[in-house]
Structure formats: C-alpha cells, structure tokens
C-alpha cells in the first residue's frame, strides 16, 4: 500500500500576510505525496492583507490532523489571541504534529496557545523581542529550530523556512530540486532586507511608524493571558 | 487635490503558478497610493497552481486602465494563448500603460498578445530560448528591462522584479523601506535556484519531467499564431 499523504495544515485567517503563507506554499506545493490544507472557521473567502482574498479549503471542525501545522502572520496574527476555538485548534494539532511551524509574526499566535513556552523562536525583526512576553527564547535568526519547532522571520524568511522543511521531510536533493524549479536564486537589487544591513534612518522609521501597532498588539497579549488566566 | 492612485492591474487566470503574483503582490501592496486589481473573466474564485483558490477583484470588463499592467506565469498561462478576449484586453491595456511587465511563464502570454515583439525579455530558464518562437529576445538575467517592458524569470524572481519597479517608480528609498518591512534577506539553506548554479543531474531530471510539458506548450503556441494569422 502506498504511504498515506503528508498533511500540512495552515492556519488562514482575516488580514494574514499573505506572503508569509504564499511564499512556503509555492515549495509546499512541490513536495511528493502531500496535501495542504487552509483552514479557518468557515470556507468564506479570508482577505489578506494586500487587500484580495483567499479561499479556505477546510473548516477548522473537518480538518484532517497535521503532520506539520504551520501558522502565517499579519496584523491578523494577533487578533486571534481570544479566539479560544481557533487556540484550541492549534493545541490539537500540534499534540499529534511531526512539526509544529511558524512565519513572521505567526510565532506570536503558536505563543498564544503556549506551543512556543520554552522554545527558542523568531518572528518578524521589529516584534522579535515580544516573545520573551510569551514565556518563548527570541533569537535572531532567519529561520530558528528548537526540537519540533521551526519559526521563521519576517515574511520572505518564509521562503527559506519552507527549505529547511523540505529537506528535513524529504531530504537534500529534493529540495534543491524544487529551488531550481521555482528559480529561486535571489538576487534583490538592494542590500536593506534587515536591520543590521538597513539605513538606520530607514530602521527608524518603520519602528517609529509601527510604535502603535506594537502598542496594541501589547495589549491584546496582556488581555489574552489575563483570560488565559481566569 | 490629491494624485490619482497608482493602478496595477494583475492578469489573474486558472493554474496561475500563485508565487509569481503573490510574491510581487506583497510588495505592491506596500506602495503608496496605489490600487492593485486582480482582473480575470468572472468574480468566481480562481484555482492556482497550488490547489487552492483566489478571488478576482474586478472582471476584465470592468477593470480600469492599468498603470502597470502585470501577468504572471504558469501553465494555465499557456491555456490563454487561445482566448482573444484576454489577448485584446491585454493590448488595450497595454497601450495606455506605464510599465508593461511578467514574471516567469508570463511573458509568453504578453507575447502571444504581441506584446514583446523585438523586445529584450525573459521567462523560467526552462523555457526561456522558446520567447524566440514569439518574435522576443531572450535574455538569460533575473530581471530584465527592455523600454517599458520589465519581465522577470522563474517564480521567486518576481520578488526581485517588484523592488526594481518599485524602485522606478517610487525611487530608491521607497524600495529600500519596503525591502526591510517584508525582511528581504534572502538566505536559501542550499545554492541550487539557477541551473548553472545546480547540480547537472538535477537540470536535466527537471528536463526531463517537463519535456512533455514543452512539447505541448510548443503546439498551443503553434495553434496560438495560426489562429492570429487567420
């Protein structure tokens, strides 16, 4: 008999970064005998950040158990704090999961459910420091693993993520076989991809024009442990 | 009175390979003033390459004249070869435009429109040397520029190509800001995203795999410009 399918579930969810998501889906896609699954409450189209929408494939109740949860991030990352169903989804799924993953500020929302307690973990550079909040190890890396969990950066990390995935699950060679299928060879007309490498003016200005966002998303994290505490 | 927003408008089709959009769609959506449409036939949800759906946000009817006009690639780019309402959208289109741009298997379709004739342009490396077919240039570079036409190669060059338009249209601090926001510094775990940069074995297991892909991409074309010629 052949081997049942790699499932890899995805957590999808209103104003995801799309990218986050879409950038590991496209190497998802090429990995042998696997399926993926968008799951979300209901099957209603989700708009992304960029403003389109996607389509959910599964409910969140009919979702196949993973092999590997992976969990995108966006403003929407962190609008799921309260969300107690969409919580206790994400601790199912992770109990029986070979791997238990995360993109950008996705590592906030596996935190929220207390998958990353203890775990080292990276987000997105300008919320990275946050985690220690939710009782995970940040390290500044592009792509962190601490046992079963593997977080990646800020958004396009996700892409590089998704290679370290394929070739734990599937080896070497059948990931530089799907590099070379998706022509990824990167070659960004600019050096400014981190802060280390940014203009400090540059640096500067997206914290100071996120310093409300991480305000916010603060809050939302004290209001979800409280309950998480009730 | 404020400028007009910019307008991108996105040529959305079934089987798009869905990275060649999305990965420039992330960077779009962080330029100002900007408005980008996803523009197909009909509102239905559209299936990609990966399996699951994205909604189209406007018809082609419906659409608004497009600043940049943008195809992205896959095999469902072939599949429109045929369809002279996309071809004579895709001219009108362009006629008005600033930039007249693709990624990957996207520039056989603005090809088939006619719209590289005697242009420089390029395409996935796996059938790059086939632009030729349709009166194209090719030219083996991640991105290439060739008057208003800006196309870019395989897949994940289209994230290389979105910093290059952005940088033109918005200059190079804009792109820089935008480059560090979606943390752009790629670091693939292997070196294997170009063939020259692969292992042999593996460009020619890929030639393999996709020769009969060419081969019927070769006769839809064939079938493309008979018609046109009619």
Same mark, same amino acid.
């Given at each position: ?47 992304t950040d960029a403003g389109w929408c996607i389509v959910p494939t599964v409910t ?13 991030? $966006?403003? /929407?990352?962190?609008?799921?704090? =309260?969300?107690?169903? !969409? %919580? ?6 992770? @109990?029986? *999961?070979r791997w238990v993953t995360s993109v950008c500020t996705g590592s906030f929302t ?41 977080? $990646?950066? /800020?958004?396009?990390?996700?892409? =590089?993520?998704?290679? !370290? %995935? ?6 070497? @060679?059948? *990931? ?55």
């Amino acid at each position: 008999m052949a081997d049942a399918p790699l499932q890899i579930v995805v957590l999808l969810f209103p104003n995801v970064t799309q990218l986050d998501f879409t950038g590991p889906a496209q190497v998802f896609s090429k990995f042998p005998n696997t399926e993926v699954h968008l799951a979300w409450h209901t099957l209603d189209p989700v708009p992304t950040d960029a403003g389109w929408c996607i389509v959910p494939t599964v409910t969140l109740d009919d979702c196949p158990r993973a092999d590997v949860l992976f969990v995108p991030g $966006g403003n /929407g990352a962190f609008d799921v704090f =309260d969300d107690l169903v !969409v %919580l206790d989804f994400l601790r199912r799924q992770a @109990e029986g *999961a070979r791997w238990v993953t995360s993109v950008c500020t996705g590592s906030f929302t596996l935190a929220a459910a207390g998958l990353l307690t203890g775990y080292r973990a990276t987000s997105h550079w300008a919320s990275l420091q946050m985690l220690d909040t939710f009782g995970a190890l940040p390290v500044s890396n592009r792509v962190v693993r601490d046992r079963n969990r593997i977080t $990646g950066a /800020g958004v396009t990390s996700g892409i =590089d993520f998704a290679f !370290v %995935l394929a070739a734990e699950l599937f080896g070497d @060679e059948i *990931a530089r076989s799907i590099q070379l299928a998706i022509e990824y060879d990167p070659a960004p007309p600019f050096d400014n991809g981190s802060p280390e490498k940014a203009d400090q003016a540059v640096v500067n200005k997206i914290i100071a024009a996120t310093h409300g966002l991480r305000f916010q998303r603060v809050q939302k994290a004290a209001r979800a442990l409280e309950t998480a505490g009730d």
